[in-house]
């Protein structure tokens, strides 16, 4: 790593690439955990608080709900406050929101309790992304993207597992209270190793705005996580959609009025960026269904327990982990455009693959499928989130990172939302009441077909797109000058 008497300053670029985005994604994985781990203990906690599991779902919407509403203040509080400061005091925040979590009695108390944790969370992605993309230089972004790709796919594979296991020996409680040590941690390690990065030029905080997509969001958010649960009649669930939608535009229109509107549009100008962020958005539906959807198959149809569906699906890990080290040269060989297009093809082929799964499937063989998934899910992960800010200015970044963790956000819950919806409409289409293989199979071959459209954003980039990050030169303009990818038009 560093020497002990070492200041973070004085790391040279190389060891910080490393060193920042595994303490930023130490601090992501155990928030990415945290979100899927619950699922699996809502059983036990219904128990204990004498309450209907459908109930406990509360306590999973309204941390999702904070998530909406406070991320896109995030990037407003980091260039006020610094990035460092508000990324060691998000930890703080959800540490103490876990701790609450687990002293939780009743349904309100878990439920508050979440959505402070939610409140933490909120700060702790798009903050801690700005901590590494300031910190690091671009030619070792992809590096460090790696790094920070990694948590989020590790997180809904071994949410499952985990939970599973902390359920069956120990107690609840507990998938709370393991954020305690890991937080602690992580502070020192702040503290210690990250480099003072000075709050950005201050500007007002657009408070119409924050209204606006706080309300919009939390709107749309909730409407995709009941969708096809049955918890609230449809008209419902239209209306507020509906309402969301309504709002976002208000605040579109509001955004282009002003000077410093709260969530940054004018950085979607930027073709790396739009590409990544609402392209790579219909890849990122599948990373939200895909754990939910396994679950289904393997624990509901197929009947396996959560902790040997969660120790088939931990293969996933294996693979996501192997791009790690492969990643950084298949982008300078090829460069972002090529890989963004052809692995988006194999990715949504490794997608509708698990439709193919049958109860008398070999387990080997379903681990193999996830493993190769794993490892083409990850690549196209971290290739869209390191050609995302290929483009972007300094000065842009907080908010360009608060944008594109809402953005997120928002297509994770709309794969989650879409997946449930469609296994709803497949089994009431053939009048059944349970949930067959075939259901599943109809959502797993939805979300590859969804995959695909991801495809069409990036056939439109240039050749030598993120070539700055990539290292990859693309191909030269004709007057044999290179093509300018600065971004300071945002």
């Known amino acids: 790593m560093t020497s002990s008497t070492a200041a973070p300053e004085d790391m040279d670029a190389t060891t910080r690439s490393r060193v920042v985005p595994l303490i930023v ?5 155990m928030q990415m955990l945290d979100t899927t781990v619950i699922t699996t203990a809502l059983p036990a906690i219904a128990r204990d608080m004498h309450q209907n599991p459908v109930s406990l779902n509360l306590a999973i919407t309204a941390y999702l709900l904070s998530l909406a509403v406070f991320i896109p203040v995030s990037g407003w509080v980091a260039d006020r406050f610094g990035a460092k400061q508000i990324f060691r005091l998000a930890i703080v925040i959800f540490v103490i929101g876990s701790i609450l979590c687990g002293m939780s009695s009743t349904l309100p108390e878990l439920v508050l309790a979440r959505v402070l944790q939610g409140f933490g969370g909120s700060m702790m992605m798009p903050v801690g992304r700005v901590v590494v993309l300031k910190s690091v230089p671009k030619s070792k972004l992809i590096d460090a993207m790696s790094y920070l790709t990694i948590p989020g796919l590790l997180g809904p594979i071994l949410g499952p597992p985990v939970g599973g296991f902390i359920v069956t020996y120990m107690t609840w409680q507990w998938i709370f209270f393991v954020n305690v040590p890991i937080g602690i941690l992580g502070v020192i390690l702040v503290t210690r190793y990250i480099p003072k990065l000075p709050p950005e030029e201050q500007r007002p905080l657009d408070w119409v705005g924050f209204l606006l997509s706080g309300a919009g969001f939390a709107l749309l958010v909730f409407s995709f996580e009941v969708v096809g649960r049955a918890v609230l009649p449809l008209f419902a669930v239209l209306g507020m959609l509906g309402g969301g939608l309504a ?7 509001h955004a282009r009025r002003i000077k410093h509107p709260i969530v940054d549009l004018s950085v979607l100008s930027i073709s790396t960026y739009r590409a990544s962020t609402i392209g790579g958005g219909f890849l990122r539906l599948t990373v939200g269904a895909g754990p939910f959807l396994m679950a289904m198959l393997l624990q509901v149809v197929f009947g396996l327990t959560p902790f040997e569906a969660g120790s088939i699906t931990f293969i996933g890990a294996a693979g996501a982990l192997t791009m790690k080290f492969t990643a950084p040269p298949i982008l300078r060989a090829f460069g972002f455009r090529h890989v963004l297009i052809w692995n988006s093809l194999i990715a949504a082929v490794s997608v509708a693959l698990p439709a193919l799964f049958t109860s008398v499937t070999p387990h080997l063989m379903i681990m193999a499928v996830l493993l ?7 690549l196209q992960m971290t290739s869209m989130n390191s050609m995302a800010y290929a483009d972007i200015s300094s000065t842009h970044m907080s908010r360009a990172s608060g944008l594109a963790s809402l953005a ?3 297509w994770m819950s709309l794969g989650v939302g879409l997946a449930a919806l469609t296994l709803h409409l497949a089994t009431s289409f053939r009048g059944g009441t349970e949930l067959s293989r075939g259901d599943v199979a109809i959502a797993f071959i939805l979300n590859a077909v969804l995959a695909l459209l991801s495809t069409l954003f990036f056939i439109f980039l240039p050749p030598d797109a993120g070539s700055e990050v990539s290292s990859h030169p693309g191909r030269p303009r004709a007057d044999g000058k290179a093509r300018s990818t600065g ?3 945002v």
Not at 25 to 29: E, K, M, V, W, Y
Not at 247 to 253: D, E, I, N, S, T
Request: charged share 5%; aromatic share 20%.
């Open 372 to 378: 190769i998934s794993g490892f083409f899910r990850s």
């Open 487 to 489: 971004a300071t038009g």
């Open 247 to 253: 709002l976002l535009g208000l605040f579109v229109w």
């Open 408 to 410: 997120q956000q928002v």
């Open 25 to 29: 994604g130490g601090a992501l994985f």
